[in-house]
Nanobody, 125 residues
Framework: QVHFVESGGGSVEAGGSLRLSCTPS????????IGWFRQAPGKEREGISC????????DYISSVRGRFTISRDNEKNTVYLQMNDLKPDDTAVYYC??????????????????WGRGTQVTVSS
């Protein structure tokens, strides 16, 4: 399994922006497909975006498409999530994980229980 360290969260007002980062702990990204997930209070964790090992063919859930951008820098061993036009509904703890893939990335963790501590994002109205 690969565990990640997420960072970059914070508290912003609606309409603000944040850039999250995740790096593997004691490992490298290699060519793993990576996904971002989030868990809001009282809700199940949901996949929100994923990207291929080469950094192409990103995918997003409809509620973040057009506002969030996933990217990766394999030389820096880091995956990013640029979040713009944040809304109160984006308030959650954000995590990243290695994900499964078929013809493109899937927002399904490859290994269960591989979650890091995540990074808290709080958006106020």
């Amino acid at each position: 399994q690969v565990h990640f360290v997420e960072s970059g969260g914070g508290s912003v007002e609606a309409g603000g922006s944040l850039r999250l980062s995740c790096t593997p702990s004691g490992s490298t990204l290699l060519w793993y497909y990576i996904g971002w997930f989030r868990q809001a209070p009282g809700k199940e964790r949901e996949g929100i975006s994923c990207i291929s090992g080469y950094g192409d063919n990103p995918d997003y859930i409809s509620s973040v498409r057009g506002r969030f951008t996933i990217s990766r820098d394999n030389e820096k061993n880091t995956v990013y999530l640029q979040m713009n036009d944040l809304k109160p509904d984006d308030t959650a703890v954000y995590y990243c994980a290695v994900v499964l893939y078929g013809s493109q990335c899937l927002m399904v963790p490859k290994w269960k229980g591989s979650w890091g501590r995540g990074t808290q994002v709080t958006v106020s109205s």
